[in-house]
Structure formats: structure tokens, C-alpha cells
């Protein structure tokens, strides 16, 4: 199983992305802002992130280019409220983008999608 | 003494002089002017004027001088009397001709007075005219309207209509516009195409006589080693006038003039007649070409502006567009995440909770309701994503490939089967793509829900000017069908929760043809989309 960056500003929405990736056998680490999750990947190796886009007073795709541009082989999910970035230049950097449901059978799918590339 | 003429009496009866006509009558009694008048050239009075020198008067011998002399004067007064009146004639008609020259923008109304000038009596009285002019391009000079007769039978006809009415040669060349330019210039096209020469070719006589700036009076055209034997046989006439139209130095065109009636010949003063007149032809054409290509610009500015004041209007838009954005961004945002969290902890306790637990069926409720919302969410952003549509060309083919990509893996999850029959070489259409691609995944989603569906079939088509979408259920028809008219409103209570048909139906409206759901008669459902293709010009 995968060690998974989480990173939401909504406490509730990391906890319940722990739990259920957790259930999944995955690792979960989860950050509520874009420093702490810079902090976070500096220190640790990860297989793959999901990120929210809007990020308190920051862009999640501006944390997207920064992990892109400094560590391109992990894999990023965007996973937001909003389906417009999808045409978002920046977006399409993201090896994958869900939009946020209450049923995250979408968003495993996507993580079990990248990981299983990634293993190739 | 007994003298033949009355010149003698003051007043004389009716029968008193022969040569008195009717209308002269004052001539009785004016004694003075009888003389004069009369007299002074009657055979009787010469007559008289013998039998004074049979008697010896001494001035009976040179009063016949001084009444010879009185004759010539006034003969050669008479003349210049009649000349001075012609040129009156002439200046008059220069005149007239110069005002509607002068004042005209109108390219038909200067060809209608110039070719009326030429041809008419009251004119140059020519019989035939041709007019030809250089392209916008200056590399041909071409035959572009002539004037005239035919034959003798349509010279006859036209002349005794014309001797009917005594109209001024602007009333003619207005009603020459109005009743004869479009047929004249298809009556001698065929002239008219043959007459069209390069601007190159030097040795042409056109080009000469346009190089020289000089009319030209062509005579024995048929035997002139000057003129190219095959112009002389398509006029049919020995001699003919050629006089260049040269406005500030720009070749404008020429007139070709012959009288192929009556062959009356052209003289050297009906060529210097007419060279007064063509140089404000030619002012006057080049003025109105100018006009016409002035007023082709002008309109293209026109359609500038109108392309700008769309695109500020677009700007507006996209503006507007911006602030929907925001605000269902903002929506997005504030509503999906509560949804998330309150349906995916749900979900999360469902999965613990035994089947005996007595929280699961509020627990269930709570994970229903969720989607719902989430769902309808969904239908709501993705209508206002598309309320500002950006039209353009699409390939309907690819658009309908592309949404039902997704669509396709969650037929297949749930046993249904699905086909594609794509038309093949379909016209673009002309659509926002967001919009129909909200539509197509929109009936998809409904289909979905569809009792008993095994099999969903997409069929895109040209019908007319138009490009038909169908997606054909086997599943649960409903009980109704919706026409032009559109969706009952029952229909929107029966398709359940989903706003997403009735958002596809406000959406296919603006496109002007409805979406279109009926039962089939082998059962099951068809949607119809019917899109508009892109047409020439638009």
C-alpha cells in the first residue's frame, strides 16, 4: 500500500480522506496548508498526493507547480469542490482530477489508477 | 408713273404684294419696314429699278449696288444669326449635361446621361455608342455597356417613340436609367465581350488613342491598315469615332461611337463636339468609381464596427461570465464541501454499522439525501457554466465520443449494453461545447435511472440543414411524450429528483428545436437533439 499526502484546509474533510484511505491500507498524512505540506514533503518520501486547489489564502495549483517542477515523478490528485478547473492549464499538470463527492469511490479509483501506473 | 411694286405707297390693300404671307399683315401699312423686308428683293421693284435707268435717273445706276450689298449683309447676318443660335443650342446641352455630370455620384446615372448625350437628337444624335472601361485592377479595358439600335426596325421604333415625347436630356437619361440600362447592357454583351482588350497591348488602337489622349475619327475602317480587321467587322461600320475618357491622367476608359443606321458621315466638328464632352465623363466616372469604393469601405468599417461593439459586448459578457464564475465557485466551495463531509462520514458509519443496527436506515437516508444534493449540485454548476455560451464549430462525432467515454464505463458496470452508430462526413456544428456536452451526459444520467435497460443506443445523423442526436432506451418508457411544444410539466415531477432534463430543454430551446423524448413503439425512450450546422457565410 501507498503512503498518501492529504492536503485540505477543512479539518473535517482530512479527517474523513484519513479514515477512509486508511481503511484502504494506505498510509495517510494529511497537511492544512501548502507550507505544512512543503514541510511535510521535504521531510518525507510520499507515492502520491491529493490536493484541494483552494487552499486558505493559497492555491493548491500553485503547490501542484511547485511539486511538479521540484519533485516530477510523484503523482498529484487534484481533488476539489470545483469542476471548471478542469480547464485550467494549470490543472492539467495533476495526473488526476476528481471532484469532491461524499462518495469517494471515484477518488480511490483514481488513486488505485496512478499508483498502479506509477508500479509500471 | 406706273411702277410694278408697291414700294411707292404708304399703305397698300391685301392684293397689293404677293409676296406678303399670312402673318405678315402689319406689313400693309408699315411702309418702312415693307420696303425693307420686301421690297428691296422683289423681281417687281428690280424691275422698277430698270425703268428709273430707262429714264435716266442719275441714281438708277447705283441704287442696285447699294441694294446688292444690303442682301449680302443680310444674308451673311442671317447666317451668323443661325450659327450664333446653334451654338446657343449646343452650349445650352453642354450645359445641362455638365450640371448632372458634375453633381452625380450615381455610376448608372453618369452612364445614362453620358450614352443618352451621345445617341439622342437633341445630343450628339449618334446612332450607336459604346462604352468601355478600365477594370479596378488597370489591366484590361472592357466592354461595359452599349447604347443603340440594333437594326433598322429597332431605330425605327425607338426614334418615332423619342419624336412622341418631348422630354430634356436629363428627363431621357432618367428614363433610359429607369426602363433600358440593365436590358441594354446584356443586348450588346456579345459586342461588348469581344471588345475587351488588355491595358498591355500597345499597338491596339484603344491604347494609342488613350496613350495620345486625343479622339480619334476612324475612317474606311475596313481598309485602314491601323485598325485590327476583326474590330471593324463586330462594329459592321466604315468609320467610327474612338475618344478617351483620361481623368487627371488615369485611363478611365473610351467611347466608341458610329452612326451603323443611318451611316450618315462623322465630321471633324462632331469629333471636336464631343471632346468637350468626355473630359467630364471621365471626371464624372472616376468620381462616382470612387464613391462606389468609398461606399465599399465604408460599409467594411461598418462591419468593423459592428465586429467591435460585439466584442465589447463580449467583453461585458465575459465580465459577467467572471462574476457567475465566482459566485458558483463560491457556491461550490461553500456547499459540496459540507455535503462531503456530512455524506462521506455517513457512508464511513454505514460501513460499521450491522445490518441489526437501529442508526443504519437514518444512517442510509443520510447517504441518499447527500448524493441527491450533490447531484443536483452538480446539474445546477454545470448549467451555469454553460449560460455564456462561446459558439463555435464542432465535430459532433468527437464531442459525443468524448462525453460518453465515462458515461460507457458506468453502462458497463451496470450490465447495460451500448452502440454507436456515428454518420460518417458530418458537417461541423455550430454550438457551445460545454452546453451540449451538459446535455448529452445529462439525458445519460437520466436514461440511467431508467427501469429496466439493457440495451442504450447513440445514433448522430444529417437531417436537412441540421445534425439529430438520438439516444434510444429499451427500458421503462414514460407516460408521456414530449413534442415541439416541449416537456409537459408532469414530465419534470415523473423524471424524479434530476433537474438536469428540464436545464437540457431551457439549453436545446435557445438552439431552436426542442429536446425532443417519445416512446418508442417497440419500447423504451428517444431523446432527440437537434443541432444547427455551420452555413456559408455565417
Redesign the interface.
Same mark, same amino acid.
Given at each position: 500500500m501507498a503512503k498518501i499526502l492529504v492536503v485540505d484546509d #477543512?479539518d /473535517?474533510?482530512r479527517l474523513?480522506y484519513a #479514515? #477512509?484511505l486508511a %481503511?484502504d491500507g494506505h498510509e495517510v498524512v494529511t497537511a492544512a496548508s501548502a507550507i505544512e505540506a512543503t514541510e511535510k514533503l521535504a521531510r518525507n518520501t510520499f507515492d502520491l498526493v491529493v490536493l484541494d486547489i *483552494?487552499l486558505k489564502n493559497e492555491s493548491g495549483l500553485d503547490l501542484l507547480q511547485k511539486i511538479v517542477k521540484e519533485r516530477h515523478e510523484m503523482p498529484v490528485i487534484l481533488c476539489t469542490?470545483? /469542476?471548471?478547473y478542469k480547464d485550467d492549464f494549470s490543472a492539467w499538470l495533476a495526473d488526476g482530477y476528481v471532484? *469532491? /463527492? /461524499? %462518495?469517494?469511490t471515484e477518488l480511490k479509483d483514481e488513486i488505485k489508477r496512478i499508483l498502479a501506473k506509477k508500479a509500471r | 408713273m406706273e411702277w410694278e411694286c408697291c414700294w411707292a405707297f404708304q399703305e397698300i390693300a391685301p392684293e397689293g404684294c404677293p409676296y406678303i404671307a399670312e402673318g405678315e399683315e402689319e406689313l400693309y401699312t408699315a411702309h418702312k419696314r415693307r420696303v425693307v423686308e420686301k421690297c428691296l428683293e422683289c423681281p417687281r421693284f428690280r424691275n422698277d429699278l430698270l425703268k428709273f435707268r430707262e429714264l435716266g435717273y442719275p441714281l438708277a445706276t447705283i441704287i442696285p449696288f447699294i441694294v446688292e450689298e444690303f442682301i449680302d449683309q443680310k444674308t451673311r447676318l442671317q447666317s451668323m444669326g443661325s450659327f450664333l443660335n446653334s451654338k446657343t443650342r449646343e452650349i445650352r446641352f453642354l450645359h445641362e449635361l455638365n450640371v448632372v455630370l458634375q453633381t452625380s455620384l450615381d455610376l448608372d446615372e453618369i452612364l445614362s446621361v453620358a450614352m443618352t448625350a451621345i445617341t439622342a437628337g437633341k445630343g450628339f444624335g449618334m446612332n450607336r455608342a459604346f462604352l468601355l472601361m478600365a477594370d479596378k485592377e488597370r489591366q484590361f479595358l472592357k466592354g461595359y455597356l452599349g447604347v443603340g439600335p440594333r437594326n433598322y426596325e429597332e431605330a425605327w421604333q425607338i426614334w418615332s417613340d423619342i419624336g412622341q415625347n418631348d422630354l430634356t436630356l436629363r428627363e431621357m437619361a432618367r428614363n433610359f436609367q429607369k426602363t433600358k440600362l440593365a436590358s441594354e447592357k446584356v443586348k450588346f454583351q456579345d459586342i461588348l465581350d469581344q471588345l475587351s482588350i488588355p491595358l498591355a497591348n500597345h499597338k491596339h488602337i484603344f491604347n494609342r488613342t488613350l496613350r495620345d489622349k486625343k479622339p480619334v475619327l476612324i475612317k474606311d475602317a475596313f481598309t485602314n491598315q491601323d485598325i485590327d480587321p476583326h474590330l471593324s467587322e463586330l462594329l459592321g461600320v466604315d468609320s467610327f469615332l474612338i475618344m478617351p475618357l483620361i481623368s487627371r491622367n488615369r485611363r478611365v476608359g473610351l467611347i466608341i461611337a458610329d452612326n451603323c443606321i443611318t451611316h450618315k458621315p462623322i465630321t471633324t466638328h462632331d469629333m471636336q463636339l464631343m471632346e468637350t464632352f468626355t473630359f467630364p465623363v471621365a471626371f464624372a466616372l472616376e468620381r462616382a468609381s470612387l464613391y462606389e469604393r468609398l461606399q465599399e469601405e465604408v460599409g467594411k468599417l461598418t462591419v468593423a464596427n459592428e465586429k467591435l461593439k460585439e466584442q465589447q459586448e463580449l467583453i461585458v459578457k465575459m465580465e459577467k461570465m467572471a462574476l457567475v464564475g465566482r459566485i458558483t465557485s463560491s457556491i461550490a466551495h461553500s456547499i459540496r464541501n459540507p455535503l462531503m463531509i456530512i455524506g462521506g462520514f455517513a457512508r464511513s458509519l454505514l460501513k460499521t454499522a450491522s445490518e441489526s443496527d437501529r442508526n443504519r436506515k437514518y444512517l442510509e437516508s443520510i447517504v441518499r439525501e447527500a448524493k441527491q444534493l450533490e447531484d443536483v449540485l452538480e446539474e445546477v454548476l454545470g448549467y451555469a457554466d454553460s449560460l455564456y455560451p462561446a459558439m463555435d464549430t464542432w465535430d459532433i462525432n468527437q464531442l459525443v465520443t468524448s462525453a460518453f467515454d465515462k458515461i460507457k464505463e458506468r453502462l458497463e458496470q451496470k450490465g447495460i449494453s451500448w452502440r454507436f452508430d456515428a454518420a460518417a462526413g458530418l458537417p461541423m456544428a455550430f454550438i457551445d461545447y460545454k452546453q451540449i456536452t451538459f446535455c448529452i451526459k445529462t439525458i445519460f444520467n437520466a436514461v440511467m435511472e431508467t427501469p429496466g435497460i439493457s440495451l442504450v443506443s447513440l445514433v448522430t445523423r444529417l437531417e436537412g440543414d441540421d445534425i439529430v442526436v438520438e439516444i434510444l432506451d429499451n427500458g421503462l418508457a414514460p407516460p408521456w411524450n414530449a413534442d415541439e411544444a416541449g416537456l409537459p410539466d408532469s414530465a419534470f415531477e415523473e423524471l424524479g429528483r434530476n433537474l438536469g432534463l428540464p436545464l437540457c430543454k431551457a439549453i436545446l430551446e435557445k438552439y431552436g428545436k426542442p429536446l425532443l423524448i417519445e416512446k418508442r413503439p417497440e419500447g423504451g425512450t428517444k431523446y432527440t437533439i437537434t443541432l444547427p450546422i455551420r452555413k456559408e457565410g455565417e
Open positions: #477543512e /473535517s474533510i474523513l #479514515e #477512509e %481503511d *483552494k469542490a470545483f /469542476s471548471c471532484v *469532491k /463527492s /461524499s %462518495d469517494m | -
